[in-house]
């Protein structure tokens, strides 16, 4: 009988839960919403049946269930299965794996959301080729995570691989951790429309006018849009872009040296745009070039699904460790 995990990706918005096998397969997977106003015994109550009735419609017993994982926002205890802190949820010192073992009699294990997702696409994606693998998600914000020679690196007390806060520019631009110039203030999709927007400021016969006629109107496709029809002003924002990525990216390759770097999130939709001269940037800049331990840099492929997938991963390697 195969082995089953129940990994769950915990959101602010919405709860997804996905019945997973060792291979990578998720059987099934459903959400609800988190309602994060509510009690957190109520959330956790919901997850419970939420976990119950994937199985349900997956078809298997819940008796089949080696472990669950959940990856979450925040600060994450991940010895004791505990939320030090999580914003979006307003969650502090909460048992979250504690609490749902119990109502499921079944063993939690509880990791960083970013964690999850980065494991998720080491095993299951992009970087399965390899033992050793980063992500970097690019979204709203900039996550991601680290696996050294196979296994999620968490850092002391799991506070550790905070890609997205590592400081690219001393007293830069201030980022919503409190601090400034860290990646995240420049290479998330948030920071691109802003200084998109400033741009256009800047340069009202910019063609990013005509592709969005206000500065609300902006997102993080506007300058890519623009400098691929040759706008001047468009073609600085999109390359002051990829050089704070790229700098963020030799940072980390200089220090780990994976095997990979693997990018994620919807500014990756623009593809080769983005990725040919960001590889040139980090090749050209890593120390001692990329011949001697050389490095791919490659899109993220699970998507959504990482974050189950990851969850589910480190279920089955919490489990594995104590055998």
């Not at 059987?27 to 119950?52: F, H, N, W």
């Not at 006018?209 to 993080?220: C, F, Q, Y």
């Not at 924002?237 to 030799?250: F, K, R, S």
């Amino acid at each position: 009988m195969s082995q089953l995990y129940l990994g769950i990706d915990l959101g602010g918005t919405n709860i997804k839960a996905g019945l997973c096998d060792p291979e990578g397969n998720i059987l099934e997977k459903q959400s609800v919403k988190t309602g994060k106003e509510r009690p957190y015994g109520e959330i956790i109550a919901d997850m419970a049946a939420l976990c119950r009735r994937v199985c349900e419609s997956a078809g298997h017993d819940f008796g089949e269930i080696e472990g669950i994982g959940i990856g979450s926002p925040g600060t994450v205890d991940s010895r004791t299965g505990s939320i030090f802190y999580a914003n979006n949820l307003r969650w502090h010192d909460v048992p979250v794996g504690k609490t749902l073992s119990a109502l499921l009699d079944r063993e939690v294990f509880v990791t960083n959301d970013a964690n999850a997702a980065a494991l998720g696409e080491a095993r299951f994606g992009a970087g399965r080729a390899f033992s050793s693998s980063v992500l970097l998600t690019l979204g709203t914000g900039v996550g991601g995570g680290v696996v050294l020679d196979g296994k999620l690196f968490e850092g002391f007390r799991s506070a550790g691989a905070e890609v997205g806060h590592m400081i690219i520019r001393m007293d830069g631009e201030p980022c919503t951790c409190g601090l400034r110039g860290c990646l995240e203030a420049y290479a998330s999709a948030t920071a691109l429309i802003r200084d998109t927007r400033r741009a256009m400021d800047v340069h009202p016969e910019s063609v990013m006018w005509r592709i969005a006629p206000s500065l609300e109107a902006v997102d993080g496709r506007t300058a890519f849009a623009a400098a691929r029809e040759g706008d001047a002003a468009a073609r600085e924002v999109v390359q002051n872009y990829i050089h704070a990525l790229a700098t963020g990216i030799i940072a980390l390759v200089n220090v780990l040296r994976p095997e990979a770097v693997i990018v994620g999130g919807g500014v990756c939709a623009e593809g080769d745009y983005l990725l040919d001269p960001l590889k040139k940037q980090v090749y050209e800049g890593i120390y001692g070039g990329d011949s001697y331990a050389p490095l791919q840099i490659l899109r993220a492929e699970r998507g959504n699904d990482a974050g189950l997938l990851g969850a589910a991963a480190y279920a089955k390697d919490r489990m594995t460790e104590r055998k």
